[in-house]
Protein backbone atom coordinates (compact mmCIF):
# COMPACT_ATOMS: atom_id res chain seq x y z
CA UNK A 1 0.00 0.00 0.00
CA UNK A 2 1.09 3.43 -1.21
CA UNK A 3 0.94 6.08 1.70
CA UNK A 4 0.65 9.83 1.37
CA UNK A 5 3.45 10.62 3.08
CA UNK A 6 6.27 12.47 1.83
CA UNK A 7 9.09 9.56 0.46
CA UNK A 8 12.21 11.32 2.75
CA UNK A 9 9.88 10.98 6.23
CA UNK A 10 9.11 7.64 5.11
CA UNK A 11 12.68 6.43 3.79
CA UNK A 12 13.74 8.73 7.69
CA UNK A 13 11.14 6.51 9.24
CA UNK A 14 12.71 2.91 8.10
CA UNK A 15 16.26 4.25 8.73
CA UNK A 16 16.02 4.88 12.16
CA UNK A 17 13.68 1.09 12.60
CA UNK A 18 10.36 2.58 12.92
CA UNK A 19 7.21 0.24 12.14
CA UNK A 20 5.28 0.91 8.96
CA UNK A 21 2.97 4.07 8.94
CA UNK A 22 -0.35 2.59 10.05
CA UNK A 23 -3.27 4.17 8.86
CA UNK A 24 -5.63 5.23 12.05
CA UNK A 25 -7.54 8.64 10.60
CA UNK A 26 -10.76 8.81 13.48
CA UNK A 27 -9.34 5.88 15.00
CA UNK A 28 -9.31 6.64 19.37
CA UNK A 29 -6.42 4.14 20.26
CA UNK A 30 -4.05 2.08 18.68
CA UNK A 31 -4.65 -0.42 21.72
CA UNK A 32 -4.70 -3.54 19.37
CA UNK A 33 -1.12 -2.94 18.08
CA UNK A 34 0.54 -3.97 21.32
CA UNK A 35 0.01 -6.31 24.15
CA UNK A 36 -0.52 -5.61 27.77
CA UNK A 37 1.48 -3.42 29.56
CA UNK A 38 3.27 0.10 29.22
CA UNK A 39 5.19 0.01 25.74
CA UNK A 40 8.07 2.72 25.68
CA UNK A 41 8.77 3.80 22.84
CA UNK A 42 9.35 6.40 19.76
CA UNK A 43 6.76 7.44 17.58
CA UNK A 44 6.00 9.44 14.44
CA UNK A 45 2.34 11.03 13.67
CA UNK A 46 1.04 12.22 10.54
CA UNK A 47 -1.25 14.55 10.02
CA UNK A 48 -4.24 15.77 7.37
CA UNK A 49 -2.32 18.88 6.66
CA UNK A 50 0.67 17.41 5.66
CA UNK A 51 2.53 18.11 9.37
CA UNK A 52 4.25 15.79 11.50
CA UNK A 53 5.17 15.37 14.91
CA UNK A 54 7.79 13.03 16.31
CA UNK A 55 7.66 12.24 20.16
CA UNK A 56 9.00 9.62 22.60
CA UNK A 57 6.52 8.14 25.58
CA UNK A 58 7.11 5.64 28.06
CA UNK A 59 3.81 4.08 26.95
CA UNK A 60 2.81 4.50 23.05
CA UNK A 61 -1.01 3.48 24.09
CA UNK A 62 -1.62 6.50 26.23
CA UNK A 63 0.36 8.94 24.12
CA UNK A 64 -1.68 8.30 21.29
CA UNK A 65 -4.95 8.61 23.04
CA UNK A 66 -3.61 11.93 24.47
CA UNK A 67 -2.86 13.21 21.12
CA UNK A 68 -5.97 12.05 19.50
CA UNK A 69 -7.44 14.41 21.84
CA UNK A 70 -5.23 17.08 21.28
CA UNK A 71 -5.12 16.94 17.56
CA UNK A 72 -8.11 14.92 16.10
CA UNK A 73 -6.54 15.31 12.72
CA UNK A 74 -4.07 12.32 13.02
CA UNK A 75 -4.30 10.11 9.78
CA UNK A 76 -0.76 8.10 10.18
CA UNK A 77 1.03 6.58 13.08
CA UNK A 78 4.59 4.34 13.34
CA UNK A 79 6.37 3.92 15.98
CA UNK A 80 9.46 2.29 17.51
CA UNK A 81 9.87 0.40 20.83
CA UNK A 82 12.87 1.38 22.75
CA UNK A 83 13.76 1.75 26.74
CA UNK A 84 12.92 5.10 28.32
CA UNK A 85 17.35 5.81 29.17
CA UNK A 86 17.48 5.35 25.21
CA UNK A 87 15.12 7.97 23.93
CA UNK A 88 16.08 11.33 24.54
CA UNK A 89 18.97 11.43 22.67
CA UNK A 90 17.32 9.21 19.70
CA UNK A 91 14.52 11.38 19.51
CA UNK A 92 16.37 14.53 19.41
CA UNK A 93 18.16 12.98 16.56
CA UNK A 94 15.01 12.17 15.22
CA UNK A 95 13.51 15.19 15.07
CA UNK A 96 16.36 17.27 13.77
CA UNK A 97 16.95 15.12 11.14
CA UNK A 98 12.88 14.86 10.07
CA UNK A 99 13.20 19.18 10.03
CA UNK A 100 16.12 18.52 7.88
CA UNK A 101 13.67 17.03 5.40
CA UNK A 102 11.58 20.31 5.13
CA UNK A 103 8.67 19.25 6.06
CA UNK A 104 6.03 21.04 8.41
CA UNK A 105 6.58 19.90 12.26
CA UNK A 106 4.45 20.45 14.92
CA UNK A 107 6.94 19.79 17.61
CA UNK A 108 8.17 22.99 19.87
CA UNK A 109 11.49 21.06 21.47
CA UNK A 110 14.08 20.09 19.77
CA UNK A 111 13.94 22.30 16.61
CA UNK A 112 16.23 25.05 15.61
CA UNK A 113 15.19 28.68 14.95
CA UNK A 114 12.41 28.40 12.39
CA UNK A 115 13.24 30.42 9.67
CA UNK A 116 9.89 29.85 7.63
CA UNK A 117 7.07 32.28 8.26
CA UNK A 118 5.13 31.93 12.07
CA UNK A 119 2.32 33.45 13.79
CA UNK A 120 4.32 36.05 15.35
CA UNK A 121 5.47 37.20 12.41
CA UNK A 122 1.71 38.23 11.05
CA UNK A 123 2.22 40.53 15.21
CA UNK A 124 5.78 41.13 14.60
CA UNK A 125 7.06 41.34 10.76
CA UNK A 126 10.03 40.28 10.36
CA UNK A 127 12.07 43.17 9.68
CA UNK A 128 10.75 44.82 13.13
CA UNK A 129 12.20 41.45 14.60
CA UNK A 130 15.55 41.96 12.99
CA UNK A 131 15.31 45.87 14.11
CA UNK A 132 14.38 44.77 17.70
CA UNK A 133 17.94 42.01 17.38
CA UNK A 134 19.81 44.69 16.33
CA UNK A 135 19.43 46.74 19.37
CA UNK A 136 16.35 49.07 18.01
CA UNK A 137 13.20 50.46 19.36
CA UNK A 138 10.41 48.97 17.12
CA UNK A 139 7.08 50.34 16.75
CA UNK A 140 4.33 48.92 18.79
CA UNK A 141 0.48 49.53 19.10
CA UNK A 142 -0.92 52.41 21.52
CA UNK A 143 -4.54 49.87 22.52
CA UNK A 144 -3.80 46.60 24.68
CA UNK A 145 -7.03 43.92 24.17
CA UNK A 146 -7.77 42.14 27.45
CA UNK A 147 -10.96 39.72 27.88
CA UNK A 148 -12.67 41.56 30.57
CA UNK A 149 -13.57 37.84 32.19
CA UNK A 150 -9.58 37.57 32.58
CA UNK A 151 -9.44 40.64 34.29
CA UNK A 152 -12.00 39.42 36.63
CA UNK A 153 -10.45 36.21 37.43
CA UNK A 154 -7.00 38.16 38.78
CA UNK A 155 -8.32 41.26 40.86
CA UNK A 156 -8.13 39.16 44.29
CA UNK A 157 -4.59 37.75 42.91
CA UNK A 158 -3.80 41.07 42.14
CA UNK A 159 -5.26 43.03 44.85
CA UNK A 160 -2.98 40.65 47.54
CA UNK A 161 0.46 41.42 46.17
CA UNK A 162 -0.41 45.78 45.36
CA UNK A 163 -0.67 45.87 48.81
CA UNK A 164 3.00 44.18 49.31
CA UNK A 165 5.66 46.66 50.50
CA UNK A 166 8.20 45.63 47.46
CA UNK A 167 5.33 45.72 44.73
CA UNK A 168 6.41 49.40 43.74
CA UNK A 169 9.94 48.41 43.54
CA UNK A 170 8.79 44.93 41.57
CA UNK A 171 7.06 46.85 39.19
CA UNK A 172 9.75 49.14 38.14
CA UNK A 173 11.73 46.37 37.36
CA UNK A 174 9.16 44.31 35.52
CA UNK A 175 8.97 47.47 33.40
CA UNK A 176 12.09 47.93 32.36
CA UNK A 177 12.55 43.88 31.50
CA UNK A 178 9.69 44.39 29.28
CA UNK A 179 10.02 47.03 27.59
CA UNK A 180 14.18 46.27 26.68
CA UNK A 181 13.38 42.44 26.14
CA UNK A 182 9.75 42.04 24.95
CA UNK A 183 9.30 42.73 21.12
CA UNK A 184 5.80 45.54 21.24
CA UNK A 185 4.58 44.35 24.23
CA UNK A 186 1.20 45.59 23.85
CA UNK A 187 0.32 43.73 20.16
CA UNK A 188 1.84 40.66 21.67
CA UNK A 189 0.37 40.58 25.01
CA UNK A 190 -1.42 37.60 26.27
CA UNK A 191 -0.80 35.87 22.71
CA UNK A 192 3.08 35.19 23.10
CA UNK A 193 3.97 36.67 26.88
CA UNK A 194 2.27 36.40 29.68
CA UNK A 195 2.99 37.90 33.40
CA UNK A 196 2.09 35.76 36.31
CA UNK A 197 1.49 36.93 40.04
CA UNK A 198 1.90 34.45 42.68
CA UNK A 199 2.83 31.43 40.38
CA UNK A 200 3.01 27.76 41.09
CA UNK A 201 6.82 27.57 43.46
CA UNK A 202 9.41 26.56 41.67
CA UNK A 203 12.56 24.76 42.19
CA UNK A 204 13.91 27.70 43.62
CA UNK A 205 11.68 28.32 46.60
CA UNK A 206 9.97 25.81 49.54
CA UNK A 207 6.93 24.40 48.48
CA UNK A 208 5.85 24.59 52.04
CA UNK A 209 6.71 28.24 52.86
CA UNK A 210 6.55 30.48 50.36
CA UNK A 211 5.94 31.25 46.32
CA UNK A 212 7.94 33.76 43.87
CA UNK A 213 6.39 37.33 43.49
CA UNK A 214 5.93 37.40 39.72
CA UNK A 215 6.90 35.36 36.47
CA UNK A 216 6.97 36.09 32.66
CA UNK A 217 6.68 33.21 30.52
CA UNK A 218 6.99 32.50 27.10
CA UNK A 219 5.76 29.65 24.72
CA UNK A 220 6.08 26.77 27.46
CA UNK A 221 9.17 28.44 29.54
CA UNK A 222 9.93 30.82 32.18
CA UNK A 223 11.81 33.42 31.13
CA UNK A 224 11.99 35.37 33.99
CA UNK A 225 10.67 34.99 37.64
CA UNK A 226 10.89 37.27 40.58
CA UNK A 227 10.43 36.02 44.38
CA UNK A 228 12.68 36.22 47.73
CA UNK A 229 13.75 32.91 49.86
CA UNK A 230 15.82 31.08 47.41
CA UNK A 231 16.84 27.41 49.05
CA UNK A 232 18.30 26.46 46.45
CA UNK A 233 21.68 24.93 48.02
CA UNK A 234 23.94 27.08 46.21
CA UNK A 235 22.25 30.69 47.24
CA UNK A 236 24.01 32.88 49.40
CA UNK A 237 23.33 32.34 52.94
CA UNK A 238 21.03 35.56 53.74
CA UNK A 239 18.96 34.41 50.74
CA UNK A 240 16.00 36.19 51.83
CA UNK A 241 16.55 38.83 49.53
CA UNK A 242 14.73 39.20 46.24
CA UNK A 243 16.52 36.93 44.00
CA UNK A 244 15.62 37.33 39.98
CA UNK A 245 15.60 33.75 37.59
CA UNK A 246 17.12 34.75 33.84
CA UNK A 247 16.76 32.81 30.95
CA UNK A 248 18.52 34.07 27.89
CA UNK A 249 20.40 33.08 24.96
CA UNK A 250 24.07 32.56 25.99
CA UNK A 251 26.11 33.72 23.09
CA UNK A 252 26.06 37.81 22.86
CA UNK A 253 27.12 37.31 26.16
CA UNK A 254 29.93 35.35 26.01
CA UNK A 255 31.10 32.21 23.88
CA UNK A 256 30.68 29.50 26.08
CA UNK A 257 29.03 29.14 29.58
CA UNK A 258 31.83 29.65 32.03
CA UNK A 259 32.62 32.93 30.03
CA UNK A 260 29.54 33.97 30.55
CA UNK A 261 28.82 33.44 33.81
CA UNK A 262 32.58 35.27 34.34
CA UNK A 263 31.12 38.42 32.68
CA UNK A 264 27.84 38.26 34.39
CA UNK A 265 29.89 37.93 37.39
CA UNK A 266 31.27 41.31 36.66
CA UNK A 267 28.03 43.52 36.86
CA UNK A 268 26.09 41.38 39.60
CA UNK A 269 28.76 39.71 42.02
CA UNK A 270 26.11 37.13 43.21
CA UNK A 271 25.30 35.36 40.23
CA UNK A 272 24.44 31.35 40.24
CA UNK A 273 23.80 28.87 37.81
CA UNK A 274 19.99 28.45 37.90
CA UNK A 275 20.59 25.02 36.46
CA UNK A 276 18.05 24.68 34.14
CA UNK A 277 17.39 24.28 30.57
CA UNK A 278 14.95 24.61 27.47
CA UNK A 279 14.99 21.94 25.04
CA UNK A 280 12.95 24.58 23.15
CA UNK A 281 16.29 26.50 23.27
CA UNK A 282 18.93 24.13 21.67
CA UNK A 283 22.69 24.37 23.06
CA UNK A 284 22.58 28.53 22.49
CA UNK A 285 21.25 29.46 26.29
CA UNK A 286 22.38 30.22 30.35
CA UNK A 287 20.01 30.08 33.05
CA UNK A 288 21.03 32.12 36.34
CA UNK A 289 20.28 33.83 39.73
CA UNK A 290 20.68 37.34 40.53
CA UNK A 291 20.34 38.37 44.82
CA UNK A 292 18.53 41.43 45.16
CA UNK A 293 17.22 43.98 42.83
CA UNK A 294 19.82 46.74 42.30
CA UNK A 295 22.22 43.79 40.88
CA UNK A 296 19.17 42.80 39.02
CA UNK A 297 18.71 46.32 37.17
CA UNK A 298 22.48 46.22 36.81
CA UNK A 299 22.15 43.45 34.46
CA UNK A 300 19.13 45.18 32.04
CA UNK A 301 21.76 48.12 31.79
CA UNK A 302 24.07 45.79 29.81
CA UNK A 303 23.26 45.89 26.19
CA UNK A 304 24.70 42.20 25.94
CA UNK A 305 22.16 40.99 28.37
CA UNK A 306 19.01 42.78 27.03
CA UNK A 307 20.62 41.32 23.35
CA UNK A 308 20.92 37.85 24.68
CA UNK A 309 17.60 38.36 26.37
CA UNK A 310 15.69 39.48 23.13
CA UNK A 311 17.02 36.87 21.50
CA UNK A 312 15.86 33.96 23.30
CA UNK A 313 12.76 35.29 23.55
CA UNK A 314 11.48 36.27 20.45
CA UNK A 315 13.26 32.68 18.88
CA UNK A 316 10.61 31.44 21.66
CA UNK A 317 8.13 33.60 20.99
CA UNK A 318 8.23 32.10 17.12
CA UNK A 319 8.70 28.91 18.23
CA UNK A 320 4.41 28.90 19.35
CA UNK A 321 1.89 31.10 21.26
CA UNK A 322 2.42 31.19 25.00
CA UNK A 323 1.03 28.32 26.80
CA UNK A 324 0.21 30.05 30.28
CA UNK A 325 -1.78 32.93 28.77
CA UNK A 326 -4.73 31.58 30.85
CA UNK A 327 -2.49 32.77 33.93
CA UNK A 328 -1.70 36.20 32.58
CA UNK A 329 -2.47 39.49 34.50
CA UNK A 330 -3.95 41.89 33.20
CA UNK A 331 -3.94 44.17 36.54
CA UNK A 332 0.37 44.33 37.29
CA UNK A 333 0.28 45.07 33.36
CA UNK A 334 -1.57 47.43 33.84
CA UNK A 335 1.09 48.93 35.75
CA UNK A 336 4.01 47.72 33.61
CA UNK A 337 2.18 48.98 29.98
CA UNK A 338 0.67 51.90 31.46
CA UNK A 339 0.65 54.10 34.42
CA UNK A 340 3.88 54.68 36.55
CA UNK A 341 3.73 53.80 40.17
Request: hydrophobic share 40%; aromatic share 10%.
Amino acid sequence: MTLPVESRVDSLRNSFGFSEFFYVKNRPTVADFFKRGEHPGLYILAFADGAYYAGRTKDLKQRFVAHHRTHGDIEYFAFKPLSIPKQSHEEQALIQQLEATGVTLRNIEHMSWPASAADFDAVVPQPDQDNFLSGQDIQDQSARIVDPNQRARYERSHATIAEKSFYGELVNFLRTYVSLAIPAPRATEMSFWALTVWPSPSAYVSRRQNREWARINLATCEVLTVGHRCTKPSAPIDADVPFVAFHVARSPIAPDEDAAFAELSKIAPSVIDAERKYDVLGGDQIGFLVFGLEEAQRLLEDPRVIGAARRANIAMMRKRACFYARYHCPQLADDILETPV
